[in-house]
Nanobody, 120 residues
Framework: QVQLVESGGGLVQTGDSLTLSCAAP????????MAWFRQAPGKERELVASANWNGADTDYSDSVKGRFTISRENAKNTVYLQMTSLKPEDSAVYYC?????????????WGRGTQVTVSS
């Protein structure tokens, strides 16, 4: 079992920036794809961004493309989500997920989430 721990959420204003972090202990971090999901009240959990094992290949949902950046530091077993130009519709609980392969396919492990609230 891999325990992922997110941090960095909070209350910000429209247009602000915020960076989320996810610590993923374990020796497999460096050979596993990682991703960020989010879930707003009453909505399904959606994939926001993913990165392959070394961060060279990334993918984003259309709703965040150009505003969010996923990155990772394998030496620190940490993945980040840099969020800029935040909008109220970005408000959600953000979850970190670890996949089971070098490239992103599906989540195997989840964190407990961190709340991001963007006020208008």
């Amino acid at each position: 079992q891999v325990q992922l721990v997110e941090s960095g959420g909070g209350l910000v204003q429209t247009g602000d920036s915020l960076t989320l972090s996810c610590a993923a202990p374990g020796r497999t971090f460096g050979i596993r794809a990682m991703a960020w999901f989010r879930q707003a009240p009453g909505k399904e959990r959606e994939l926001v961004a993913s990165a392959n094992w070394n961060g060279a290949d990334t993918d984003y949902s259309d709703s965040v493309k150009g505003r969010f950046t996923i990155s990772r530091e394998n030496a620190k077993n940490t993945v980040y989500l840099q969020m800029t130009s935040l909008k109220p519709e970005d408000s959600a609980v953000y979850y970190c997920a670890q996949g089971d392969s070098l490239t992103w396919r599906s989540p195997r492990y989840w964190g407990r989430g961190t709340q991001v609230t963007v006020s208008s």
